[in-house]
């Protein structure tokens, strides 16, 4: 506010903030070669959103075995049927006077046409399982699951049979949980397996923290089984990008 002789002048300014849209996952996919894939996000916040689907940054229309839906404030993307080409970057993009925000799925499938998958049991020690996360996520796989448990010795026994020395060291911990972690890419059985080996009698490497992976794509499904539930697996890896 300014006065002089002449009178009184008054301004104001207003500020407004545009809040940018959120997008929350509204359906948990399932990976599976000749099965339809189905995943939905929930689209709030922000006025005049336009929201649009991208596959490898390019725009995705309705047709050739893909449907776009929209029901109300949930968006989806159906795929008929999975296969090798149906591999890639799938992502959701809504914008907004606020704002623009993607969520990305990634999508892959190993030679047979399945995704492989390892399932590691790690000690509970948090720095650990956090280096060895960041060195299979840089090596370019996938968390497809994971979750802490005290293991059943029915479950160990079931599982571990063939396996004297690692259930001596399972059994060893009867009341401390484990973390157990799916994960997913092409060569990733050989690849866990190869870091856990050479982690093997050296104190201070994180995978010296892990007391197990799948051996092969075809252990790993095994164990798969045996660890989890279809609804504990998820068959991608996103984040949100705010640009």
């Not at 020690?125 to 996938?142: C, D, E, N, P, Y």
């Not at 397996?193 to 892990?210: V, Y």
Request: net charge neutral; glycine share 10%.
């Amino acid at each position: 506010m300014a006065t002089s002789t002449l009178g009184m002048a008054k301004q104001t300014c207003t500020l407004v903030l545009k809040e940018k849209p959120k997008v929350e996952m509204v359906d948990r996919p399932v990976l599976e070669k000749g099965k339809p894939f189905l995943l939905g996000f929930k689209v709030t916040g922000g006025e005049n959103i336009k929201v649009r689907w991208l596959r490898n940054g390019e725009e995705l229309q309705t047709g050739d075995g893909i449907e776009l839906t929209q029901e109300g404030d949930v968006f989806r993307l159906r795929i008929s049927a999975l296969n090798e080409a149906s591999a890639g970057d799938y992502t959701i993009e809504a914008s907004g006077e606020g704002g623009t925000v993607r969520s990305t799925i990634s999508l892959s499938f190993s030679e047979g046409g399945t995704a492989e998958r390892s399932v590691s049991v790690m000690k509970l020690k948090g720095a650990a399982i956090k280096q060895v996360s960041t060195t299979l996520s840089s090596a370019g796989f996938k968390c497809a699951g994971a979750k802490i448990v005290k293991a059943r010795l029915d479950l160990l026994q079931n599982q571990f049979a063939s396996n004297p020395e690692l259930m001596a060291k399972l059994v060893a911990m009867p009341d401390a949980p484990i973390y157990l972690a799916v994960w997913e890419g092409n060569g990733v059985c050989s690849a866990v397996k190869s870091k856990l080996d050479e982690a093997a009698g050296k104190a201070g490497n994180p995978f010296s923290e892990m007391v197990h992976s799948s051996s092969t794509p075809d252990s790993g499904k095994k164990e798969l089984g045996v660890w989890f539930k279809p609804y504990e697996l998820v068959g991608w890896g996103y984040a949100d990008v705010f640009p």
